[in-house]
């Protein structure tokens, strides 16, 4: 069922239109990256601010409140770029393991903001007022570096992954043959 | 973050002076990361890389940038006032970064390549 959806969006006339243009899908891709450096590099300070390991002399309050609003921007472009790829080359993909993965993780992520969100994004004051930056922060920002790292590699793995779409349909098309002849069949006792 | 700090877009705490103090050593390992990768990668297919179109701009855009970068742009957040061509500064470092990242995808859609030999 998903894959019959994956096939019905890519073969819309918006999808079909980006995926022929020679031009749209590589500055659709960039500015995925552009949004990857900016979305990215604010993630990294953030977490390494609450890692304790940059930009100390800050306050943890000031470094992850200034930078919510751009991560907000910055997601925003990231997800609208991959959304638009997504949906043009949508069958590849769905046979894609990289892409597979890359959803797992972004799932994985949305726990993670629910997990941690009350407790260290929600109040990072708190955070400033504790003697030393407590084990949860660390945690919290240790596994958001682990997890966006791993979505970086395996997007950019999507690319090397071509899943040989005719042989896909070939196959198909020769077991569903297959399987309406052996149905079909006349009976051996039925032909005398 | 020190050019949305220069246009004066988010970040609004920190003067893009101190900002660029707090991050420089990440920067210049980002940097020596990438120059790194990159050496690694054109290695492992010279010719391709050579002749290919988007890679050269890639590289103009990536050598400008990190000029501009050591030398407009830190002379722009060397003082804690702000410059007045600050904007400007943070636009041009902007577009030759993105002009980078633009390269470097294009490099794949790119077959054909420079006409030598």
Redesign the interface.
């Known amino acids: 069922m998903l894959l019959s959806f994956a096939q019905w969006i890519q073969f819309t006339d918006f999808f079909t239109a980006l995926r022929g243009s020679?031009f749209v899908?590589?500055?659709v891709?960039?500015l995925h990256?552009?949004g990857i450096?900016f979305f990215g590099?604010?993630v990294?300070?953030t977490d390494?601010r609450l890692l304790g390991w940059?930009?100390r002399?800050?306050s943890i309050s000031?470094v992850v409140e200034?930078?919510r609003?751009?991560k907000r921007y910055g997601l925003l472009l990231m997800v609208t770029c991959g959304v638009l790829m997504a949906g043009a080359k949508a069958e590849e993909y769905y046979y894609n393991v990289f892409f597979r993965t890359k959803l797992i993780l972004l799932a994985l992520l949305a726990v993670h903001a629910l997990v941690f969100r009350r407790s260290v994004y929600a109040d990072p004051a708190a955070l400033d007022r504790a003697p030393a930056i407590p084990g949860y922060a660390k945690r919290a920002a240790a596994l958001s570096l682990l997890l966006w790292t791993s979505i970086a590699c395996c997007g950019r793995g999507i690319?090397y992954i071509e899943p040989p779409l005719e042989k896909i349909h070939a196959g198909l098309h020769f077991v569903t043959e297959a399987a309406l002849t052996a149905l079909n069949a006349p009976r051996g006792l039925e032909h005398r | 973050?020190v050019d949305?700090s220069l246009l004066g877009?988010?970040?609004?705490?920190?003067t893009p002076a101190q900002l660029a103090t707090?991050?420089w050593l990440?920067t210049l390992g980002g940097l020596v990361l990438m120059l790194f990768s990159g050496l690694l990668l054109f290695s492992s297919d010279p010719d391709m890389y050579y002749l290919n179109r988007a890679f050269l701009i890639k590289m103009v855009f990536f050598v400008s940038a990190v000029i501009f970068h050591y030398t407009v742009h830190r002379k722009a957040v060397s003082s804690d006032t702000p410059p007045s061509n600050g904007k400007l500064v943070a636009c041009a470092s902007l577009v030759l970064?993105?002009g980078v990242?633009?390269g470097?995808?294009?490099i794949?859609?790119v077959n054909q390549g420079l006409g030598l030999s």
Do not use: C, E, H, N
């Open positions: 020679w899908y590589p500055i891709l960039s990256m552009v450096a590099g604010m990294l300070m390494m940059s930009m002399k800050r000031d200034q930078f609003v751009p690319g | 973050m949305f877009i988010g970040m609004r705490r920190q707090d991050t990440w970064w993105a990242i633009f470097g995808i294009s794949g859609f």
